[in-house]
T-cell receptor, first 113, second 114 residues
Framework: GNSVTQMEGPVTLSEEAFLTINCTYTATGYPSLFWYVQYPGEGLQLLLKATKADDKGSNKGFEATYRKETTSFHLEKGSVQVSDSAVYFCALRIQGGSEKLVFGKGTKLTVNP | EAQVTQNPRYLITVTGKKLTVTCSQNMNHEYMSWYRQDPGLGLRQIYYSMNVEVTDKGDVPEGYKVSRKEKRNFPLILESPSPNQTSLYFC?????????????FGPGTRLTVL
């Protein structure tokens, strides 16, 4: 089946620290990969995406590279800010069928000043 | 402004009292979907719709109904809510077929069933 595994949280960092949130996937087809962010009390927003192997998605200083050989899509940011505190979800979507997003369980990030 | 709206945002109800959560999008999207979010489980799909009058079950459809009479609206109906349906619900939409398309999410509806 299709599934996403992301690192358990919570993750607590100091401002300007380097962030990595690991994400690996299992897919029966060729997925597109997404990172969504959920700020406190809000819905999910797309942070970045990649639709084929070796694509790098980037937005707001965050990056993730679609690695087919390791079935991974790790999220990174070089210098986090307090405003990055949120829950981050890795997700995949497969062509055909329900075309649903399959989500990981989420990783809560807290950035302290 | 392009958006997905949900109403109500918060709802407390009692077991067995029928309720409807509305979802509307103004982006002319064909695909719409409902998810529920529970601690430690992430988001799981309840129902989805590929277009008007085309709906199908997701991973956790028991206890829910949907309809898609108009392209912009996709209400979620709980005929007889139970406490295990206490959850945070999200509606989402995206542009037609294409697994690479971004899904846009509504702000969420927090439902408590007593």
């Amino acid at each position: 089946g299709n599934s996403v595994t992301q690192m358990e949280g919570p993750v607590t960092l100091s401002e300007e620290a380097f962030l990595t949130i690991n994400c690996t996937y299992t897919a029966t087809g060729y997925p597109s990969l997404f990172w969504y962010v959920q700020y406190p009390g809000e819905g999910l927003q797309l942070l970045l995406k990649a639709t084929k192997a070796d694509d790098k998605g980037s937005n707001k200083g965050f990056e993730a590279t679609y690695r087919k050989e390791t079935t991974s899509f790790h999220l990174e940011k070089g210098s986090v800010q307090v405003s990055d505190s949120a829950v981050y979800f890795c997700a995949l979507r497969i062509q055909g069928g329900s075309e649903k997003l399959v989500f990981g369980k989420g990783t809560k990030l807290t950035v302290n000043p | 402004e392009a958006q997905v709206t949900q109403n109500p945002r918060y709802l407390i109800t009692v077991t067995g009292k029928k309720l409807t959560v509305t979802c509307s999008q103004n982006m002319n999207h064909e695909y719409m979907s409902w998810y529920r979010q529970d601690p430690g489980l992430g988001l799981r799909q309840i129902y989805y719709s590929m277009n008007v009058e085309v709906t199908d079950k997701g991973d956790v459809p028991e206890g829910y109904k949907v309809s898609r009479k108009e392209k912009r609206n996709f209400p979620l109906i709980l005929e007889s809510p139970s406490p295990n349906q206490t959850s945070l619900y999200f509606c989402a939409s995206s542009l037609g077929e294409g697994w690479y398309n971004e899904q846009f999410f509504g702000p969420g509806t927090r439902l408590t069933v007593l």
